[in-house]
């Protein structure tokens, strides 16, 4: 993933599964023939992509984060 430091994406993605960049087209264009012309650095960073998703979003890790946030919430409002 190549995508721009603003936003969201600055908390999703990491220098193992993507490449931000500042808000600027040549910034990205740069960013984009790097990874057109490193082959391994591409595949490593696709290959990372489902496990930072699986980090942020599998249930079996979110639903166990939530709780505990919300179980804290409560136990502080009591």
Not at 5 to 20: F, K, R
Not at 55 to 72: G, Y
């Amino acid at each position: 993933m190549v995508t721009t430091a603003m936003g969201a994406a600055i908390e999703i993605v990491t220098p193992d599964c993507g490449m931000l960049v500042a808000p600027d087209v040549g910034e990205l264009a740069l960013a984009l023939r790097q990874l057109i012309e490193d082959r391994d650095r591409r595949l490593r960073l696709s290959a990372s992509g489902p496990k930072r998703a699986a980090e942020l979003c599998d249930p079996a890790v979110a639903l166990p984060k939530i709780e505990n946030e919300l179980s804290s919430v409560i136990e502080r409002t009591r």
